[in-house]
Every structure is written in structure tokens, then in C-alpha cells.
């Protein structure tokens, strides 16, 4: 069965999952710039819709989608808390007013937008065009003198590797749970953490996994000569453009709510 999570890429012959992932990035930022401010619910409801629209278009189902929010849950009921218990002065309020538990769920959902809309291009961007999106933005620091194929390699690698870490993970949990040494069903989320802090159950077989991968991925990246031809990003074409102009509308609407 497979496990969903945030920077996972699922694989869909859609719209979304063809267009140019350096406009595909740009109109993200735009959407989630849009989203960022601060405003009326409205506004919030329509980037909310906006989102929604990209991931039906997009052909993800919302058992696809939401454990990239929920990845996120303890931050967002952190960002609750604080916003609706503490003023902005930094000072403690036991009861919070009814405005202030508002003005609270407002910046937990306007979160949530922003990481939905980054799970959108995660989800339908492979994590080479997430870094050669990246890459793009590196490139001109080449004539500073910084040593952008090294910078090259790193997000080949740190990216790929947000995924892998979860991948590698699981493997180790269901090898153990095999063995006998996973917390049986039921058990308390104390002995769920004793084990995962345990070096010799997990977190030795993980670091050892992690750093047999990372220098196969390196050396064989070190030693390719047409890196520059691997990073680099086909030109939009006019789906891409249209695309792009039609985020750049719909968050210009939003703002203007």
C-alpha cells in the first residue's frame, strides 16, 4: 500500500503535472503571495477554491492530498495556540476573546493555504525539476565566483532526499515490526518514542541508509560532465505562458478582495 506524505511526487498525466516547472514555481509563489496577506475571510475562501481547483486539475484525490496537511498538524495547532493566547506584545491570556480565537483561525488557515499550495508543486513536480527550478535562480551567482555545480549537486541530492528519508524509514519500521521489536497495536505514544530514539532499532539503520545513498547519488553527479545540460529547463511554451498569466489574474483578484 502505498503512503502518502508532503514532497512525495505522484505520477498523473494531467495538465498541471506538464506544465514548465519554472512557471509552474513562479505561479505558486504569485498564489501563495496572494494567500500570505492578510485580509477577509473572503479572500481566504477564494485562494482556498483556487487550490482546490489546481488539485482536481491536477488529478490528485484527497486521500493524495491531505497527508501533506497533516504532516503539518502539530505546526498549525502550535500557530493556533500562540497566536490566540498570546497578544503582540508577548504577554499570556488564559481566556482569549472571541476576537482574538478568530483572528487566530484566520492565520492557521491562511498556513494551511501556503502549504497547500507547496504541496501542489511537490506532488506534480519530480524532484530533478524541483531542483533544476531552483537551479535557475543559482545560476547567475556563477559570475561571483560561487561555485554553482557543487550548488547543483546539494539540491540534487538535499531534494531527492526529503521523500527518500520517509521511504527509508518505513522500510526500517516494517523490518522491525517483522522482528518483533515495533510497539505492538494499541501501545502508548511513549513506547512509539522510546523506539525511534533507540540508535541501534532506528536511528543507526537510517543514518547508515541515508549515507550510503547520498554518496552513490554524489559521485555519480560529480562526475558527470554535461551537468549543465542535465539542469537545465526547456523553454516555456504557450500553454505555460497562458498558465502562468491565468495564476497571475486569479491572484490579483484575490488580493483585490
Known amino acids: 500500500m502505498k503512503k502518502y506524505y508532503f514532497g512525495r511526487y505522484i505520477f498523473k498525466n494531467s495538465f498541471i503535472h506538464k506544465i514548465n516547472p519554472l512557471v509552474k514555481l513562479l505561479a505558486v509563489i504569485i498564489l501563495i503571495a496572494s494567500a500570505a496577506l492578510p485580509g477577509s475571510p473572503a479572500r481566504l475562501l477564494s485562494s482556498?477554491?483556487?487550490?482546490?481547483?489546481?488539485?482536481?486539475?491536477?488529478?490528485?484525490?484527497?486521500?493524495?492530498?491531505?497527508?501533506?496537511?497533516?504532516?503539518?498538524?502539530?505546526?498549525?495547532?502550535?500557530t493556533f495556540l500562540i497566536q490566540a493566547f498570546f497578544t503582540d506584545g508577548g504577554g499570556f491570556t488564559p481566556v482569549p476573546a472571541r476576537e482574538m480565537i478568530w483572528a487566530s483561525f484566520l492565520s492557521t488557515w491562511r498556513f494551511a493555504l501556503i502549504i497547500g499550495y507547496s504541496a501542489i508543486f511537490t506532488i506534480t513536480t519530480t524532484p530533478a525539476d524541483i531542483a533544476r527550478s531552483l537551479y535557475f535562480f543559482i545560476k547567475p551567482f556563477k559570475k561571483l565566483g560561487v561555485n554553482t555545480k557543487d550548488a547543483a549537486v546539494s539540491l540534487l541530492v538535499a531534494i531527492r532526499f526529503i521523500p527518500l528519508l520517509f521511504e527509508e524509514a518505513d522500510k526500517i519500521i516494517t523490518a522491525q515490526k517483522l522482528r518483533g521489536a515495533w510497539p505492538e497495536k494499541g501501545g502508548s505514544w511513549g513506547s512509539k518514542m522510546k523506539f525511534f530514539t533507540r540508535a541501534e532499532s532506528f536511528v543507526i539503520?537510517?543514518?547508515?541508509?541515508?549515507?550510503?545513498?547520498?554518496?552513490?547519488?554524489?559521485?555519480?553527479?560529480?562526475?558527470?560532465?554535461?551537468?549543465?545540460?542535465?539542469?537545465?529547463?526547456?523553454?516555456?511554451?504557450?500553454?505555460?505562458?497562458?498558465?502562468?498569466?491565468?495564476?497571475v489574474a486569479l491572484a490579483w483578484a484575490v488580493y483585490a478582495l
Not at 58 to 65: D, L, N, R, S, Y
Open 48 to 78: 482556498a477554491l483556487i487550490l482546490a481547483c489546481l488539485t482536481a486539475a491536477a488529478g490528485i484525490t484527497p486521500k493524495e492530498f491531505w497527508p501533506s496537511i497533516r504532516s503539518f498538524r502539530f505546526l498549525l495547532i502550535l
Open 205 to 247: 539503520p537510517l543514518f547508515m541508509r541515508v549515507i550510503h545513498y547520498a554518496e552513490q547519488i554524489s559521485v555519480t553527479l560529480c562526475y558527470r560532465r554535461n551537468l549543465e545540460q542535465v539542469m537545465a529547463i526547456p523553454g516555456p511554451g504557450k500553454a505555460d505562458a497562458l498558465f502562468l498569466l491565468v495564476s
